[in-house]
Nanobody
């Protein structure tokens, strides 16, 4: 049973910072691409940032220069450092991983989400 568990969300003032973590556990043979998505009320889920197994990153235009995605392959953990937060960053943030529970298999897994609220 594979699980992705996010942590680090919360309430922060505009201009503040938060660091999200996503720990993968269970039967894991390999983890390929990983990413952070977010969904604000009334809006579709959108990609915030992604990272390949080799460390190549991609960012949504709205967060480029403010957010940094990284991963610790030894710990099967994904991070999102969020700086200069804005009210429009308020959303539920989800961790996603293309993960192989055994050799030759790969499935798409999602975490349960963590709320980020940016407000004064």
């Amino acid at each position: 049973q594979v699980q992705l568990v996010e942590s680090g969300g919360g309430l922060v003032q505009p201009g503040g910072s938060l660091r999200l973590s996503c720990a993968a556990s269970g039967s894991i043979f390999s983890i390929n691409n990983m990413g952070w998505y977010r969904q604000a009320p009334g809006k579709q889920r959108e990609l915030v940032a992604g990272i390949t197994s080799g460390g190549t990153t991609t960012y949504a235009r709205s967060v480029k220069g403010r957010f940094t995605i990284s991963r610790d392959n030894a710990r099967n953990t994904l991070y999102l450092q969020m700086n200069s937060l804005k009210p429009e960053d308020t959303a539920v943030y989800y961790c996603n991983a293309d993960l192989g529970p055994s050799y030759g298999l790969a499935y798409d897994y999602w975490g349960q989400g963590t709320q980020v609220t940016v407000s004064s």
